[in-house]
Nanobody, 115 residues
Framework: QLQLKESGGGLVQPGGSLRLSCAAS????????MGWFRRAPGKAREGISC????????WYEDSVKGRFTISRDDKKNTIYLSMNNLKPEDTGIYYC????????WGQGTQVTVSS
């Protein structure tokens, strides 16, 4: 069973950067589609980026295009979300998701963008 654990969140000023990590265990990821979701305060959880591990295709939600990059390290069985030029509206809990025959979620990591 796939287990996911996010890390790397924190408090950052507007314009700053963070890199989130999602470490997977219990399975390798080559058959999965991996995604990052965000739950902003008072809003529903939304998808912001995903990566098809079989063919490296990526997708980004419009508000993060050009600022966020999803990447992988197969040796570490980990995916990343590099976030640049962060804005206050990027504040929220960030979740990692793995989807194959089932959907798996991590516990989330808090990102707060504030001066």
């Amino acid at each position: 069973q796939l287990q996911l654990k996010e890390s790397g969140g924190g408090l950052v000023q507007p314009g700053g950067s963070l890199r989130l990590s999602c470490a997977a265990s219990g399975s390798t990821l080559e058959s999965y589609t991996m995604g990052w979701f965000r739950r902003a305060p008072g809003k529903a959880r939304e998808g912001i980026s995903c990566l098809n591990m079989a063919d490296d295709r990526t997708w980004y939600e419009d508000s993060v295009k050009g600022r966020f990059t999803i990447s992988r390290d197969d040796k570490k069985n980990t995916i990343y979300l590099s976030m640049n030029n962060l804005k206050p509206e990027d504040t929220g809990i960030y979740y990692c998701q793995g989807w194959d025959k089932q959907i798996y979620w991590g516990q989330g990591t808090q990102v707060t963008v504030s001066s």
